[in-house]
């Protein structure tokens, strides 16, 4: 539905009465095509272009809350595609162009704003490293990478600390088509674009068991009664775990909290997103003012969505040492998501042990930015029962096979052993 100047005028006069939901909250079917469960970024996408790209509108998205209430409006909001090794690098490029033209595709703002992403780097071997990653985007075609030498980052950034001995600035690799996006936004665009489409959103419905039968898949058990489906999609972030053991499979993942936080509104002055070479940390600031910034997992496996003082003691200090101004603001609030970190830093998008159950998982840092390719390769295979071209590396098996994707600082846990 789309408003006037004059109804969204006397809307918010009249205390926001006269708004419609902008999806349906219909009663579950017996049964569907195909059922997906999880209703953040990447349930909602994949339901979307199993309608749009496939035709296929008799599907389900369960979920257990409230759309979006996840890891998808619990992030940094940075969007990019800078990764270097073969899978990932084509993955996110072509993530990065769906998101290119998703607010057209979906008619709906998402608030994308390619501001640019830079990643500074603090020794000759982190230049080399960046040099790399640069040559690898141009190969992949994103081709707006430059690397930048020190005095080209001091004239873009003369707020940042570069005469410290500890953490000296030799330049940064600069992805000008990276930025941020609204990522509430960006649920509520798939999640209105799929019921538009004939998709029903079902919330507060958490799937409770599986009926798996000589190995095929049959349908969920919910808390809102039994749901027949052909086929079932499983996209639940930091839930893979939990929910994939209710179909007997152990899956190559843990579960971490993963802070984000954000300081009081203020007046323009980081232009970019930046990333600290010397520790895990990033910023950007927000359309409100705010600055929005990240750092390292909390270390220990959990399912809070709440994270612990030392981290939050980790992350500003990281902060500090990059950009000492920000000690002048007022840190207003943090939260956490719980990220499923997989053993090598790289998602899964795969096939199961089960006929008919998909999995999608596994994203680690890259969740958001992943969203648009994601719902797009995962629809794809769950459509046509073959891996898009790309996410054909993403495989379940890998780690069984030694062919693991292990990009450093893609968000590997240490456990590889």
């Keep these: ?115 640019g992403c830079l990643m500074l780097g603090h020794s000759d ?58 990522h509430d936004a960006v649920a509520w665009g798939y999640a209105r674009g799929a019921d538009m489409r004939g998709v029903d959103l079902i919330q507060n419905c958490e799937v409770t068991g599986f009926r798996i039968e000589n190995g095929k898949i049959r349908g969920v058990d919910t808390s809102r009664g039994y749901i027949g489906a052909g086929k079932v999609g499983l996209t639940v972030a930091g839930r893979s775990s939990q929910v994939a053991a209710m179909a007997g499979m152990r899956l190559p993942i843990e579960s ?31 359309d409100k003012g705010g600055l929005v910034f990240g750092g390292d997992l909390d270390g220990y496996n959990s399912y809070s969505q709440r994270g612990n003082l030392p981290m939050v003691e980790h992350v500003v200090e990281a902060g500090m040492a990059l950009m000492p101004m920000i000690g002048k603001s007022r840190m207003l609030r943090s939260w956490g998501g719980i990220m499923d970190m997989s053993m090598d830093g790289t998602p899964i998008i795969d096939k199961t042990p ?3 159950l998909f999995f999608n998982g596994g994203w680690c840092y890259g969740g958001f930015k992943a969203v648009p390719a994601s719902g797009d390769c995962f629809a794809h295979l769950l459509a046509t029962g073959h891996h898009h071209p790309a996410a054909d590396k993403f495989l379940l098996n890998r780690f069984e096979t030694g062919h693991v994707i292990d990009e450093t600082g893609n968000g590997a846990t240490p456990n590889l052993h």
């Design 256 to 286: 971490h909290v993963l802070q984000a936080f954000v300081t009081e509104g203020l007046k323009p002055v980081i232009d970019h997103v930046i990333s600290f070479g010397m520790g895990h940390f990033y910023i950007s600031q927000s």
């Design 1 to 115: 539905m789309r408003y006037s100047a004059w109804q969204i005028l006397k809307n918010g006069l009249t205390g926001n009465k006269g708004w419609r939901p902008v999806w349906r909250s219909p009663e579950p079917k017996p049964s569907y095509d195909a059922v997906i469960i999880g209703g953040g970024g990447h349930g909602l996408s994949t339901a979307y272009y199993l309608a749009k790209k496939h035709g296929l509108t008799n599907i389900a998205v369960l979920e257990k809350g409230y759309l979006g209430g996840g890891n998808v409006g619990r992030n940094t909001t940075i969007v990019r595609a800078n990764y270097m090794l073969e899978g990932n690098a084509q993955f996110y490029s072509h993530s990065l162009k769906l998101w290119e033209s998703l607010e057209q595709e979906l008619n709906y703002n998402a608030m994308l704003s390619q501001r």
């Design 125 to 182: 071997g982190q230049m080399d490293a960046l040099a790399r990653r640069g040559n690898m985007m141009h190969l992949t075609g994103d081709t707006d990478a430059q690397l930048w030498d020190v005095a080209t980052v001091r004239k873009h950034m003369p707020y940042l600390n570069f005469d410290t001995a500890r953490f000296p600035i030799y330049g940064g690799l600069m992805h000008w088509r990276g930025g941020t996006a609204r």
């Design 354 to 356: 089960v006929e008919g």
